[in-house]
């Protein structure tokens, strides 16, 4: 398994932007299909994001599609989340997870691998 460490998680205005950094503290991420999860209070963890090793499968959640985009640079060894157009609903605590997934995947369950979480609270 991989340690993973988010960071970029803030306070932000509805209408605002936001870019969620995901690294490797211990291990690489090479290979591993990563995903972008959140969790807001009270709820059930919700996919959020997920790109291939490649980069040639990205999937997205429905309530973030055309508002969020993943991505990542091997040669840093980070994937980002960039969320623009940021509304109240999308307040979470945002983790980071990885997994030698060949087909990917938008369950948590798959997911070995996971960071502590970076809070994203979005006001009006």
């Known amino acids: 398994q991989v340690q993973l460490a988010e960071s970029g998680g803030r306070s932000v205005q509805a209408g605002g932007s936001l870019r969620l950094s995901c690294a490797a503290s211990r291990g690489t991420l090479r290979g591993y299909f990563t995903g972008w999860f959140r969790q807001a209070a009270g709820r059930e963890r919700e996919f959020v994001a997920g790109i291939s090793w490649t980069g040639s499968r990205i999937v997205y959640g429905e309530s973030v599609k055309g508002r969020f985009t993943i991505s990542r640079d091997n040669a840093k060894g980070t994937v980002a989340l960039q969320m623009n157009n940021l509304k109240p609903e999308d307040t979470a605590v945002y983790l980071c997870?990885?997994?030698?997934?060949?087909?990917?995947?938008?369950?948590?369950?798959?997911?070995?691998?996971w960071g502590q979480g970076t809070q994203v609270t979005v006001s009006l």
């Open positions: 997870a990885a997994e030698f997934l060949p087909y990917g995947s938008r369950r948590s369950l798959d997911f070995g691998s």
